[in-house]
């Protein structure tokens, strides 16, 4: 597509809520570009599930302090995605069954995700190219296959993993390119590997 058509788009704009929204077959369903504190909280996004069909549930886009928070999102390219996102929150969110990542985060940084849910993504949840990142207390369940993992980090640097749950992944964290990052008092169950550290971190 040469356009990224959404159910609800906000360009350029502050302090815009969208809120208790129920939106279906959407290529992208919410979509913020070049925002500042707008929050997306209790929407239900859901699409075809089909590659050629589906953008991303919710996309934000060169935005700052958002608080993405109470979603639950399906069957579109990546759950969440972020790019050029900074001192924004992804709280207690579900994003299962997307064709892709749950959550899927560029160039991003100084952002918080906490007390989500990923479960059985395509690929499970991809952080790359990002500064001090906080990922607190979420659940990366069932994200099994080739090439999925339940956490994928790539080049990142000094950032926190604490309090997750990784269950059944084929890789629970994967790190490549990546360097001080603490990773404490998660727990690993029935995943392939707990975690895969390549040389290069």
């Known amino acids: 597509s040469l356009k990224d058509y959404a159910g609800i788009r906000v360009h350029k704009s502050n302090q815009v809520q969208i809120i208790n929204n129920r939106l279906e077959r959407n290529f992208f369903g919410i979509y913020l570009a ?14 075809a ?15 700052y302090h958002a608080t ?7 069957g579109h ?24 990542y749950g959550l899927h985060f560029m160039f991003s940084d100084d952002d918080v995700y906490e007390r989500n849910i990923f479960r059985k993504n395509g690929s499970g949840v991809a952080v790359m190219y990002t500064k001090r990142i906080q990922m607190l207390h979420n659940e990366f369940d069932d994200n099994w296959g080739s090439a999925a993992y339940g956490l994928l980090l790539k080049d990142i640097t000094d950032s926190h993993i ?21 990773i404490s008092k998660n727990t690993f169950v029935s995943n392939g590997w707990a975690v895969r550290l390549l040389a290069n971190c």
């Open 34 to 47: 070049e925002t500042d504190s707008c929050t997306v909280r209790n929407n239900q996004v859901s699409s």
């Open 49 to 63: 599930n089909k590659a050629t069909q589906s953008g991303n549930g919710i996309h934000v886009w060169k935005s």
């Open 68 to 74: 993405i928070t109470d979603n639950h999102i399906n």
């Open 77 to 100: 390219r990546d759950g969440i995605y972020f790019e050029f996102v900074r001192q924004s929150r992804i709280i207690n969110n579900v994003s299962e069954g997307n064709i892709r």
């Open 162 to 182: 604490s309090g997750n749950r990784f269950r059944k992944n084929t890789v629970a964290i994967y790190l490549e390119g990546s360097s001080r990052i603490d």
